[in-house]
């Protein structure tokens, strides 16, 4: 059965980096299209960016584009998140999907598995 593990989370000073890891098992990595989700306190949860089966499709969210960068590896299985130059605003748990690829990145109705989370606070 799919399975998908976050790790990486932790907190930072505003300007700090963090590198988030999603480990997928087998059935899911290379057949599902992959992204990272956010959580805030009282919000909803947001698309952040999503990377294809294949890697070759990367997409992210204006406020995030220029400061992270979703990767996968193929030999891990596994898909990160590197968070440069981050914001207070960023402050949220950290969450790895997977869908059907074909379907829009940015609806979380669309992600059949979903990992525990984990989470990110950056302080000012």
């Known amino acids: 059965q799919g399975q998908l593990v976050e790790s990486g989370g932790g907190s930072v000073q505003a300007g700090g980096s963090l590198r988030l890891s999603c480990a997928a098992s087998?059935?899911?990595?290379?057949?599902?299209?992959m992204a990272w989700f956010r959580q805030g306190p009282g919000k909803e949860r947001e698309p952040v960016a999503s990377?294809?089966?294949?890697?070759?499709?990367?997409y992210y969210v204006g406020v995030v584009k220029g400061r992270f960068t979703i990767s996968q590896d193929n030999a891990n299985n596994s898909v990160y998140l590197q968070m440069n130059s981050l914001k207070p605003a960023d402050t949220a748990m950290y969450y790895c999907?997977?869908?059907?690829?074909?379907?829009?990145?940015?609806?979380?109705?669309?992600?059949?598995?979903w990992g525990q989370g984990t989470q990110v606070t950056v302080s000012s």
């Open positions: 999907g997977a869908r059907k690829c074909g379907l829009s990145w940015l609806s979380p109705s669309w992600y059949i598995y």
């Open positions: 990377i294809s089966a294949d890697g070759a499709l990367i």
């Open positions: 087998g059935d899911i990595f290379g057949t599902y299209c």
